[in-house]
C-alpha cells in the first residue's frame, strides 16, 4: 500500500502508466475526479490523449448529461483532450485494459458490484445491468456495470481507497481472505491472473 498518497502523488503514477497508448477503465464516485483534474493539470500536455480508450467502471442508468452520470463527467474532463469515451453497454465486449483503476465502498463493493448482486469470478458477461439493495440514498439508480471477469483482465489493477481507517480495514481483511464480499473476489481474481495490485490509502 502506498500511504496518504495525495491527488498530486497519484496523478504522477497514472501519468507513467499512460505514457503509451492503451485502454483503461476508471471508477466514478467522489475520489477520482479531483485526481483526474490532478493528471490534467500536471501531465496533460504530455500524455498522448488521442492513443487512449477510456470505460468507466459503472455508471448509473441516467443520460449522460445527468449529474450522476459517471460517463458523462468522465467525458466532460477526457474526451476535449482527445481521449475516446466508450459508455457501458449490455452486450459489449470490453478490451484487455492496460490499467484497471478501482474505488471501494464501505461495504466492499467495487464498481456497482454490491454484496446483493453476488458478483462471480466466473461471470460468463462482462457488462450486466442491476439493482443495488439497498439503493445509495445519494444516487438511487439502477446500474451498469464491468464484472469481475472484465474488470480483471488488465496489466495492472489500482485502488484508490479513500474513507479513512474504515475502509482500510475492509480491503486489508479483503487481502487476508477474511470474507468474501466483492472486493475480495476481485483480488482473488487477479491473483489468479497474477496481476499486480497498487493500493493508494
Known amino acids: 500500500m502506498i500511504e496518504r498518497a495525495d491527488a498530486g502523488a497519484i496523478a504522477d503514477w497514472l501519468a507513467e502508466r499512460l505514457a503509451g497508448a492503451g485502454t483503461i477503465t476508471i471508477p466514478g464516485g467522489s475520489t477520482p475526479f479531483p485526481i483526474i483534474e490532478a493528471l490534467l493539470e500536471r501531465h496533460g500536455e504530455s500524455i498522448d490523449w488521442a492513443g487512449i480508450e477510456i470505460w468507466p467502471n459503472d455508471d448509473r442508468i441516467v443520460p ?90 488488465t496489466d495492472t489493477l489500482m485502488f484508490t481507497l479513500g474513507g479513512g481507517a474504515d475502509k482500510r480495514a475492509v480491503f486489508e481483511a479483503a487481502l487476508r481472505g477474511a470474507h468474501d464480499l466483492p472486493v475480495a473476489r476481485i483480488l482473488r481474481a487477479a491473483r489468479a491472473r497474477q496481476v499486480p495490485v497498487t493500493v493508494f490509502t
Do not use: K, Y
Open 64 to 153: 449522460e448529461d445527468h449529474q450522476a452520470s459517471n460517463t458523462g463527467r468522465i467525458r466532460a474532463l477526457l474526451e476535449p483532450c482527445g481521449a475516446r469515451i466508450v459508455a457501458l453497454a449490455e452486450g459489449a465486449a470490453p478490451p484487455h485494459f492496460t490499467l484497471a483503476w478501482l474505488g471501494m465502498g464501505p461495504d466492499g463493493h467495487i464498481a456497482s458490484l454490491f454484496p446483493n448482486t453476488d458478483p462471480q469470478i466466473d461471470d460468463p458477461l462482462a457488462v450486466r445491468r442491476l439493482t443495488p439493495d439497498p439503493l445509495p440514498a445519494h444516487a438511487p439508480f439502477d446500474r451498469i456495470t464491468l464484472t469481475i471477469p472484465a474488470l480483471a483482465d
